[in-house]
């Protein structure tokens, strides 16, 4: 299996935390999978690279870095090395503050097989909505917050495709994965925390949002959309192996 582990930001801010979470993440995943993967990390700050000591892993086969100021999208949809997704079979979309504390890969690639599932997240602790974190087994979603995901290449563009460089704090589309027939869950047996508190500018983002719905949606604002959609679609209680 080629995986690779993608940051799509990384920096501003609580850096040695950041840090701390990520060698964590990739210790906990080394020792889960026992060979080396890739990593792909957009930088905020080229000059906190040095702070993450990380080219002596021996389990990183290859290291790839992008530096560019900006937030999220600005960084994670503009970045070159993108062109090399093609080439890996799954990805994880992790953002630089969520830990893993009960991850199991196998287990996640099993469930999003099995259940044709396009975007897959673990249960995430902290998460600002319950539907990600009030479940056990697996739910099927129509809304689904990205903190973590496990990705194909074709799931990977699907997904940049969903977002804007415009929309750069990523509000709104995450409201829109049942309604754009892309099937996405929780599996609430395997678990992340999110660490850190949010640092999105939320008047900003709510402006860019409700940009979003007017101009990509036939919905008039984030309300409407809650009102008339329902979060999940399916509760699947699992068979434990």
């Known amino acids: 299996m080629k995986l690779l582990y993608y940051l799509p930001a990384f920096g501003e801010g609580n850096i040695e935390i950041k840090r701390d979470i990520l060698l964590h993440n990739l210790q906990i995943l080394y020792d889960t999978i026992k060979e080396p993967f890739d990593l792909i990390i957009n930088m905020y700050s080229p ?3 040095t702070k993450l000591y990380l080219h002596g892993l021996h389990y990183i086969d290859n290291l790839y870095i992008y530096e560019k100021k900006g937030v999220l999208t600005e960084l994670f949809l503009t970045n070159p090395d993108n062109k090399r997704i093609p080439s890996y079979d799954f990805i994880l979309f992790v953002l630089d503050d ?3 504390v009960n991850f199991d890969l196998a287990k996640m690639i ?3 097989e099995c259940y044709n599932i396009e975007f897959l997240s673990p249960k995430i602790l902290k998460s600002t909505h ?3 974190n009030a479940y056990t087994g697996l ?3 129509n809304f689904l917050e990205v903190y973590l995901l496990l990705l194909t290449p074709t799931d ?3 997904f940049c495709s969903q977002y804007s460089v415009e929309n750069k704090w990523m509000w709104g589309p995450d409201y829109m994965f049942g309604y754009n027939k892309i099937r996405v869950g929780v599996l609430h047996d395997c678990v992340a925390d999110h660490v850190l508190p949010s640092k999105s500018e939320g008047d900003k983002a709510d402006i860019l949002m409700s940009q979003y719905f007017k101009e990509h949606t ?3 604002s984030i309300w409407q959309v809650r009102r008339e959609i329902q979060p999940i679609v399916e509760h ?3 068979v434990r192996s």
Request: no cysteine; glycine share 0%.
């Open 47 to 49: 000059s906190e690279l």
């Open 98 to 100: 969520v830990k893993f």
């Open 110 to 112: 099993e469930i999003k």
């Open 130 to 132: 319950t539907f990600m």
């Open 139 to 141: 739910t099927i979603n």
């Open 156 to 158: 990977f563009t699907l």
């Open 218 to 220: 036939p919905f008039k």
């Open 236 to 238: 699947i209680t699992l």
